[in-house]
C-alpha cells in the first residue's frame, strides 16, 4: 500500500511528523506539504506563479504553494505512481462544521477525493497539540481500518475527523456524524499600519449555531472520535423543483424571444 501525506500547517508542523510516525510501518508513506502555514485556503490552487518542490532533511517534500497544489502535483507527475490513500493532517484545532468549507486540511483530502483516490483529513480539536500522540495513534488505527476496507474496492470517499485532546484511554469510540454550523464570524479587526494605512485581519470563527446531538460538535464535545464523511456535490437537490417551476416563470416574464 502507499499513502500520500499533506497538509495545511505545513510540512514542519508536529501534526504531520506525528501522523507520518504513525503511518510509516502501515504503507510506503509519501509526505508533499506546503512550504508554509497554508490555513483556511480551502481547495485553492495556484495558476499565476510557478510552484517549486524541495526536500526537507527528513525527507518531507515541501512545495511553495496551497494544500490543494501539493496534493495535485503530487497526483499528477511528481511521485510517479498512484497512492492507494491521501491523508491530510493533523490540524492544529478542529475543521467542524462550516469550517470544512474554508480548510486547507480538508481542501488537500478532497483534492485527493477528486482524483479518485479515497482520502481522509485528521483534526485536534484544540489547537496547541497537547495529546498530540493520542490522535496520531488514534488516526492510525482509522487508517489501518480504511486501508483493510480499500481491498473490497467500491467509490472513493472522503473522511473528515476530528479528534478530541484526550489521552488515549479517555477518548471515546468513533462517532459518524452530520456536519454543524456556526453563526456568523467576529467582526474584522482593524489596525494602522506604519505607514498611516488601515489593515484588516479577518476575524475569529462565531460560536456554533448548530450543535445539536448527531453533529461533529456535539461528538466531539462529549469526547468521540467525530467523523463525517464528506461529498463534492454541492447541488441543492431538496429544491431542484422550487427553482425549475421559478426559472421557468421568469422565462415566460421576460416577453418574446424570438
Not at 526537507?56 to 490513500?85: K, Q
Not at 484511554?169 to 453563526?183: A, E, F, Y
Not at 476575524?203 to 456554533?208: D, L, R, T, V
Request: charged letters at 15%; glycine letters at 10%; one cysteine or more.
Amino acid at each position: 500500500m502507499k499513502i500520500l501525506i499533506s497538509n495545511d500547517d505545513g510540512y514542519q508542523a508536529p501534526g504531520i511528523v506525528a501522523l507520518h510516525d504513525a503511518l510509516k510501518s502501515l504503507a510506503d508513506v509519501e509526505v508533499v506539504a506546503p512550504e508554509q502555514n497554508n490555513s483556511a485556503k480551502s481547495n485553492a490552487l495556484t495558476l499565476h506563479s510557478p510552484l517549486y518542490v524541495h526536500r526537507a532533511a527528513n525527507g518531507f517534500r515541501y512545495v511553495n504553494g496551497t494544500p490543494a497544489d501539493c496534493v495535485h502535483i503530487a497526483l499528477t507527475g511528481l511521485l510517479g505512481y498512484r497512492p492507494d490513500l491521501v491523508v491530510s493532517g493533523i490540524n492544529n484545532g478542529a475543521n467542524m462544521g462550516d469550517d470544512t468549507i474554508y480548510s486547507g486540511t480538508v481542501g488537500a483530502a478532497m483534492e485527493g477525493y477528486l482524483f479518485g483516490i479515497p482520502a481522509l483529513a485528521f483534526s485536534q480539536v484544540d489547537k496547541g497539540w497537547s495529546e498530540l500522540q493520542a490522535a496520531a495513534e488514534t488516526a492510525r488505527g482509522i487508517v489501518q481500518q480504511m486501508l483493510a476496507h480499500l481491498s473490497s474496492g467500491g467509490a472513493p470517499w472522503l473522511l473528515n475527523v476530528n479528534i478530541p485532546n484526550r489521552p488515549l484511554d479517555q477518548l471515546k469510540p468513533v462517532r459518524i456524524c452530520r456536519l454543524g454550523r456556526r453563526h456568523v464570524a467576529e467582526p474584522v479587526i482593524t489596525q494602522q499600519s506604519p505607514r498611516g494605512e488601515t489593515m484588516y485581519w479577518i476575524g475569529g470563527a462565531g460560536p456554533a449555531k448548530d450543535d445539536a446531538e448527531g453533529t461533529d460538535f456535539h461528538a466531539a464535545a462529549q469526547g468521540h472520535v467525530a467523523m463525517t464523511p464528506l461529498k463534492v456535490d454541492l447541488s441543492d437537490h431538496d429544491r431542484m423543483v422550487y427553482w425549475a417551476q421559478t426559472a421557468t416563470q421568469l422565462w415566460r416574464g421576460g416577453g418574446d424571444r424570438a
